[in-house]
């Protein structure tokens, strides 16, 4: 049985300010739920903020990057590594976001070099994959899911694989308010497994966790998750309130 996981990825938002006020009314919601893994994934200035006031308040509750470089340490001004993530006790980190695929040209063999690293440094990344409006309308989901997939995920021993989270990331449904029905996830979902059973084995496949990300809100949450191949979700706007992540939360947390 995978245990359900579900993020808060705040994209470049939340001041220290809004992020204090955030944790604090979030913990009075959700600090008691053993139920689903819950990861706070705030701006890189946020993140020893965060990782304090969740101090000692709750076991399921852990914290993450949004980004990082595959080298160790050096000269690479701006860049953050992953040991400078393990050492503020950072559990998590995304790679290859839509948003960094698109915006900051990352392909999937620097999402790989990424991957990789993170495995090294004993961080758990969270992968996103997905086709966008144009690659759906031609057919193409499937092959570009498995190119992806392949390219990001290559070289992984069958426990990295297993300590990797995916996130199937529609691009036409982030932030766009139009989240891919419950089928049509549940369809993207059971395809990447099916891959991910080509590229290791079965018992691997079956414990990987795959998170739904694009629109999803406290609406429609219960729905997504309750598909038998979505097990999670990865959150952008409905995140940075905290009223209504608790509330998806709760929802992923009440599944049968
Ligand atoms: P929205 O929930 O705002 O659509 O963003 C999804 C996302 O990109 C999470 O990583």
């Not at 969270?126 to 290559?154: F, M, W």
């Not at 089928?183 to 080509?198: G, K, N, P, Y």
Request: proline letters at 2%; aromatic letters at 6%.
């Amino acid at each position: 049985m995978r245990k359900k996981i579900v993020a808060a990825n705040w994209k470049m938002n939340m001041t220290l300010g809004e992020s204090t006020r955030f944790i604090e009314s979030f913990l009075l919601d959700a600090a008691d739920i053993r139920e689903v893994e819950i990861v706070i994934i705030p701006p890189f200035t946020a993140l020893a903020k965060v990782t304090e006031l969740l101090e000692n308040k709750s076991q399921s509750i852990k914290v993450g990057a949004q980004n990082m470089h595959w080298e160790r340490n050096g000269a690479f001004t701006g860049e953050i590594s992953a040991a400078l993530l393990r050492d503020l006790f950072i559990h998590y980190v995304i790679l290859g976001h839509s948003e960094r695929r698109r915006l900051f040209g990352e392909t999937d063999e620097i999402v790989n070099k990424k991957v990789r690293a993170a495995h090294e440094a004993t961080l758990r990344p969270i992968v996103c994959v997905g086709e966008t409006l144009e690659q759906r309308d031609k057919g193409n989901v499937e092959k570009i899911l498995s190119i992806q997939l392949r390219g990001s995920l290559k070289d992984l021993s069958e426990k990295e694989l297993q300590e990797t989270v995916v996130a199937y990331e529609p691009v036409w449904a982030i932030g766009t308010g139009r989240n891919a029905t419950p089928e049509q996830a549940q369809e993207a979902h059971a395809f990447i497994r099916q891959t991910l059973r080509e590229m290791s084995d079965e018992t691997t496949a079956d414990r990987i966790r795959i998170q739904y990300g694009g629109s999803v809100k406290s609406e429609n949450a219960q729905e997504l998750m309750g598909q038998q191949d979505i097990d999670g979700a990865l959150v952008g706007g409905a995140s940075l309130d905290p009223r209504s992540f608790a509330a998806i939360v709760k929802a992923a947390r009440d599944q049968k």
